[in-house]
């Protein structure tokens, strides 16, 4: 059964550093990984999506990597910002992308 | 706009009271799921469906139902709820494109049951 872990758990930064998340998976059989974010009480906002097929992703500010092999994939964040605070949450899925499984997600307080 | 609507936002009910919430997306995904968030186990998967007609169980099915009789709409039935349904409950679509299933949220339903 896949299993998906993220650490740190939580996280303070001054405003301005880089930063990096990480995720870990079982089954590396995967079809994708997504990042999502998603701010106390709200829906989930999807970040970036890497296929099974690639090594990464970017969207502004934000990198995330891949390594299916290995079983990981880490999401950099660039020059922080307090605006970043919120809680990271990465899913993968397998199997004809039925069955997705999300991390407990990483808690990020950038501070001003 | 494309987006994932629920209904209702937030909920209070009773235990045994029938209860329907309501999933509905404008993107023609074929995909749909729904899921609980519950502090200290994350988001948990309770039901999907492939497309109209075709659903399957998630991790955690037990007291939920689910019907896909339109493609836009996967409605989510607490035929007799108990306190420990008592969560943040997400839907969620997808496209299925070449085995892409990037999932669009939508805004949750609060759900207490007294």
């Known amino acids: 059964k896949q299993e998906v872990t993220q650490i740190p758990a939580a996280l303070s930064v001054p405003e301005g550093e880089n930063l990096v998340l990480n995720c870990s998976f079982t089954d590396s059989a995967i079809y994708n990984l997504q990042w999502f974010r998603q701010d106390p009480g709200k829906g989930l906002t999807s970040l970036l999506l890497?296929?099974?097929?690639?090594r990464e992703q970017t969207s502004g500010r934000l990198n995330a990597s891949l390594d299916k092999s290995s079983g990981r994939s880490t999401l950099y964040i660039a020059a922080s910002q307090p605006g970043d605070s919120a809680t990271y949450l990465c899913?993968?899925?397998?199997?004809?992308?039925?069955?997705?499984?999300f991390g407990p997600g990483t808690r990020l307080s950038v501070l001003p | 706009e494309a987006q994932v609507t629920q209904n209702p936002r937030y909920l209070i009910t009773v235990t045994g009271k029938k209860l329907t919430v309501t999933c509905s997306q404008n993107?023609?995904?074929?995909?749909m799921s729904w899921y609980r968030q519950d502090p200290g186990l994350g988001l948990r998967q309770i039901y999907y469906s492939m497309n109209v007609e075709v659903t399957d169980k998630g991790d955690v099915p037990e007291g939920y139902k689910v019907s896909r009789k339109e493609k836009r709409n996967f409605p989510l039935i607490l035929e007799s709820p108990s306190p420990n349904q008592t969560s943040l409950y997400f839907c969620?679509?997808?496209?299925?494109?070449?085995?892409?299933?990037?999932?669009?949220f939508g805004p949750g339903t609060r759900l207490t049951v007294t």
């Open positions: 993107m023609n995904h074929e995909y």
């Open positions: 890497i296929q099974s097929s690639q």
């Open positions: 969620a679509s997808s496209l299925r494109t070449s085995l892409i299933y990037e999932q669009y």
């Open positions: 899913a993968v899925n397998g199997d004809y992308g039925q069955n997705f499984v």
